[in-house]
Protein backbone atom coordinates (compact mmCIF):
# COMPACT_ATOMS: atom_id res chain seq x y z
CA UNK A 1 0.00 0.00 0.00
CA UNK A 2 1.11 3.06 -0.59
CA UNK A 3 2.77 5.32 2.04
CA UNK A 4 0.45 7.98 1.57
CA UNK A 5 -2.79 6.50 0.96
CA UNK A 6 -2.02 4.60 4.18
CA UNK A 7 -1.64 8.03 5.82
CA UNK A 8 -4.91 9.47 4.45
CA UNK A 9 -6.69 5.78 5.79
CA UNK A 10 -5.02 6.66 9.60
CA UNK A 11 -5.98 9.76 9.75
CA UNK A 12 -9.56 9.45 8.79
CA UNK A 13 -10.11 6.51 11.45
CA UNK A 14 -8.18 8.91 13.95
CA UNK A 15 -10.65 10.08 16.46
CA UNK A 16 -8.54 12.07 18.20
CA UNK A 17 -8.10 14.53 14.97
CA UNK A 18 -10.19 13.42 12.01
CA UNK A 19 -8.89 14.44 8.87
CA UNK A 20 -11.97 16.64 7.25
CA UNK A 21 -12.93 15.43 3.57
CA UNK A 22 -14.76 18.87 3.12
CA UNK A 23 -11.85 20.71 4.31
CA UNK A 24 -9.50 18.71 2.10
CA UNK A 25 -11.07 18.12 -0.95
CA UNK A 26 -7.89 18.57 -3.20
CA UNK A 27 -6.52 15.71 -1.48
CA UNK A 28 -9.54 13.63 -2.22
CA UNK A 29 -10.17 14.63 -5.33
CA UNK A 30 -6.87 12.62 -6.35
CA UNK A 31 -6.53 8.83 -7.33
CA UNK A 32 -4.14 8.00 -4.03
CA UNK A 33 -7.44 10.11 -2.19
CA UNK A 34 -10.31 7.87 -3.68
CA UNK A 35 -7.99 5.07 -2.81
CA UNK A 36 -8.35 5.74 0.67
CA UNK A 37 -11.25 6.69 0.89
CA UNK A 38 -12.87 3.57 -0.36
CA UNK A 39 -10.64 1.54 1.58
CA UNK A 40 -11.50 3.50 4.66
CA UNK A 41 -15.41 3.07 3.95
CA UNK A 42 -14.65 -0.48 3.43
CA UNK A 43 -12.77 -1.07 6.99
CA UNK A 44 -15.55 1.12 8.65
CA UNK A 45 -18.18 -1.07 7.32
CA UNK A 46 -16.42 -3.71 8.52
CA UNK A 47 -15.96 -2.96 12.14
CA UNK A 48 -19.38 -1.39 12.38
CA UNK A 49 -20.98 -5.46 11.31
CA UNK A 50 -18.46 -7.53 13.61
CA UNK A 51 -19.15 -4.09 16.48
CA UNK A 52 -23.02 -4.47 15.49
CA UNK A 53 -22.66 -8.30 15.99
CA UNK A 54 -21.14 -7.86 19.45
CA UNK A 55 -23.84 -5.09 20.79
CA UNK A 56 -26.44 -7.43 20.21
CA UNK A 57 -25.30 -10.41 22.07
CA UNK A 58 -25.07 -12.61 18.91
CA UNK A 59 -21.49 -14.50 17.43
CA UNK A 60 -20.20 -12.85 14.61
CA UNK A 61 -17.76 -16.25 13.82
CA UNK A 62 -14.64 -14.42 11.58
CA UNK A 63 -12.51 -17.28 9.85
CA UNK A 64 -9.41 -15.90 8.38
CA UNK A 65 -7.44 -17.20 5.51
CA UNK A 66 -4.67 -15.86 3.76
CA UNK A 67 -4.24 -17.08 -0.05
CA UNK A 68 -1.00 -17.60 -1.71
CA UNK A 69 -1.48 -13.81 -3.23
CA UNK A 70 -0.94 -12.40 0.38
CA UNK A 71 -4.57 -11.60 0.31
CA UNK A 72 -6.82 -12.38 3.71
CA UNK A 73 -10.40 -13.45 3.14
CA UNK A 74 -12.41 -12.68 6.18
CA UNK A 75 -16.13 -13.90 6.42
CA UNK A 76 -18.18 -13.32 9.17
CA UNK A 77 -21.21 -15.21 9.98
CA UNK A 78 -23.86 -12.91 11.06
CA UNK A 79 -27.08 -14.98 13.23
CA UNK A 80 -29.04 -11.09 13.38
CA UNK A 81 -29.28 -11.30 9.89
CA UNK A 82 -28.87 -15.23 9.10
CA UNK A 83 -25.93 -14.70 7.10
CA UNK A 84 -22.57 -13.93 5.98
CA UNK A 85 -20.28 -11.31 4.85
CA UNK A 86 -17.35 -12.07 2.89
CA UNK A 87 -14.31 -9.88 2.14
CA UNK A 88 -11.23 -10.28 0.45
CA UNK A 89 -8.43 -7.39 1.81
CA UNK A 90 -4.95 -6.97 1.33
CA UNK A 91 -1.81 -7.32 4.46
CA UNK A 92 -1.84 -3.68 4.93
CA UNK A 93 -6.10 -3.47 5.03
CA UNK A 94 -6.02 -5.95 7.65
CA UNK A 95 -3.49 -4.17 9.71
CA UNK A 96 -5.62 -1.38 9.28
CA UNK A 97 -8.48 -3.29 10.53
CA UNK A 98 -6.52 -4.78 13.58
CA UNK A 99 -6.34 -1.08 14.83
CA UNK A 100 -9.74 -0.15 14.89
CA UNK A 101 -11.33 0.39 18.27
CA UNK A 102 -13.30 -3.68 19.43
CA UNK A 103 -11.23 -5.16 16.90
CA UNK A 104 -8.31 -6.90 18.04
CA UNK A 105 -10.24 -8.46 20.84
CA UNK A 106 -13.24 -9.31 18.51
CA UNK A 107 -11.23 -11.19 15.48
CA UNK A 108 -8.54 -12.82 18.47
CA UNK A 109 -12.13 -14.30 20.59
CA UNK A 110 -13.69 -15.29 17.12
CA UNK A 111 -10.12 -16.90 15.22
CA UNK A 112 -9.77 -18.94 18.34
CA UNK A 113 -13.15 -20.27 18.50
CA UNK A 114 -13.41 -21.29 14.63
Known amino acids: MDPFV ?10 GRP ?3 NRHFHTF ?12 RRLRSL ?7 QAEGRRARIF ?3 NPAGEHRIEIWMERVAGRRV ?10 LLRLPG ?6 VREEAA
Open 64 to 66: RHV
Open 6 to 15: RRLIERLHDP
Open 87 to 96: SMIQPAEYEL
Open 29 to 40: DTPEGRTALKVF
Open 47 to 53: QQDILAC
Open 19 to 21: LSR
Open 103 to 108: IRDALE
